[in-house]
């Protein structure tokens, strides 16, 4: 891994750095144009990152051990990340919080979880709670882009280079989706289906405190960074934390068998947007992430040691009126995915391919709007007043996790 810069901390830095952004060439989605390269200002709290220029590392400690939320150059930080966010759908963060050695114990984990025999995990399967807790089998799951026209419309006008590998059928990964802050379910809700009892394993007695103890962590880096935006957009400080409470969040491993998918151009999780607030990402020990950014340019998704990949999901979209809009991203067999497999398995490891992720949400009983000044945004009619269990019953239809 290249070398990082020394981390910027506030009070020590003598004042924003500018460097160059590399980035592909032209190319942009429904037939913008596409921003070119420039230069991106780095606050104090901020670092270049070697892995995916696009997405410089916001240290989150800098926020945290301020003192003072409301001091300048803690403002200009949370303007930065609300920029990225606004730019790109998407940002790389570094807590403090969060040990790395958690998210190795959690993918050990899953790997063990997915490896086991067709019949064990069945038994984990709630398709009558539309899959919103317990396992997703293979071949359930239909990314949006098979049935949504405008998204077919969106990606038939994108130039080859950035265009996504569009599938043929439903996705051929695993899900599990184990509830985090169980204890904090909401003691009534129009939307019981959403926010279920977890499904525990029968196998692994030490599941919980493993999936509770890296979910959490991430939850809580969430929580941080929607401050963080909150303050940055010029909202109330909790404009969005308060929204998520009681809310279903959901720590998402996905798992794809690579002893069965492993050819070149195979679609583990098809084109397509998710559906909650923010989504985060621990470090997959398999690549093959893409995403596109707001001007249409389609990255290879790389997270540095240590960090976490955060990106916006369709809720934060209807929040922000449009401002940010939900990230568009593809996971696809590479020949570095390949690659891995082949390590994995010559060191008698599984060959499954296990993403670390949260989808953070929106409580299902709130409504979702436009806040504060983007509900005088002229995009904000396009996001009605929807109680946020309403808009996720009906892209879960959408993706065939619901009878409609």
Known sequence: MASRSPRQQLGKAAGPQVVTVSATSGGSGAGAAAAPPGPVL???????????????????????????????EVQRLCAALASCLQQSSALVVRDPRVDTRDNEGFLDLMERYFAQPLEQKMGDVRPELAYQVGATPEGVENPRCLRDAKLRELAAGMPPEHAPTIPTGPDVKWRFFWRLEAADRPRSTQFPELNAEPVVPAAFPEWSQVMDGWGGKMLGAVGTVAEMAARGFGLEPDAFTSRMAHAP??????GSDLSKHSALGTVFAGFHYDLNFLTIHGRSRYPGLFAWLADGRRIPVRIPEGCLLLQAGKQMEWLTGGAVKA????????????????????????????????????????????????????????????PAGRQVADELAMINLKAE
């Not at 220029?53 to 001091?71: E, M, R, Y």
């Not at 969040?249 to 996905?254: F, G, K, S, V």
């Not at 806040?371 to 995009?379: H, K, M, Q, T, V």
């Open 249 to 254: 969040h959901l720590l998402a491993p996905t």
């Open 327 to 386: 990230g568009f991203h593809e996971v696809i067999c590479t020949e570095e995915t390949v690659a891995a497999a082949q390590r994995a398995a010559a060191e008698g490891r599984p060959t499954w391919r296990v993403s670390s992720t949260v989808f953070s949400q929106i409580a299902s009983d709130v409504v979702l709007q436009p806040l504060g000044r983007f509900a005088g945004e002229p995009g904000a009619t396009a996001y009605p007043a929807t």
């Open 42 to 72: 780095l606050q104090p709290g901020m670092e270049p990152n070697p892995l995916c220029t696009q997405l410089p590392v916001f240290d989150l400690s800098v926020f945290l051990n301020a003192p003072d939320k409301h001091a300048p």
